[in-house]
């Protein structure tokens, strides 16, 4: 059963732009934090963005100014927008949804989303 599935990534040119969503299950309850993170090849997995059940936001240094994350709890979506893409952005970007079900705090990944940016 897939529960968490991204969609919007492609090919765009520098400087362009690209919106990434992210949606989970509708049967997925007690959703907290939810994030984005990306790798590129040769590289760990790194954190991109993350946002709490609250609002509050965290980003990496390397995007900050111009990704924005945001999530919709009703509908269980995150999405990333992503603006002023350059060449070093091209990753395969993953989401990630925290769940907590009352006995134990549970990650959910997705089967990611290739970013490329090249001219």
């Known amino acids: 059963q897939v529960q968490v599935v991204e969609s919007g990534g492609g090919l765009v040119q520098p400087g362009g732009s690209l919106t990434l969503s992210c949606a989970a299950s509708?049967?997925?309850?007690?959703?907290?934090?939810m994030g984005w993170y990306r790798q590129a090849p040769g590289k760990e997995r790194e954190l991109v963005a993350t946002?709490?059940?609250?609002?509050?936001?965290n980003y990496a240094d390397f995007v900050k100014g111009r990704f924005t994350i945001s999530r919709d709890n009703a509908k269980n979506t995150v999405n990333l927008q992503m603006n002023s893409l350059k060449p070093e952005d091209t990753a395969v970007y993953y989401c990630?949804?925290?769940?907590?079900?009352?006995?134990?705090?549970?990650?959910?990944w997705g089967q990611g989303t290739l970013v490329t940016v090249s001219s």
């Open positions: 509708r049967s997925i309850f007690n959703i907290y934090n």
């Open positions: 946002v709490t059940s609250g609002g509050i936001t």
């Open positions: 990630k949804i925290g769940t907590f079900d009352g006995v134990r705090y549970l990650d959910l």
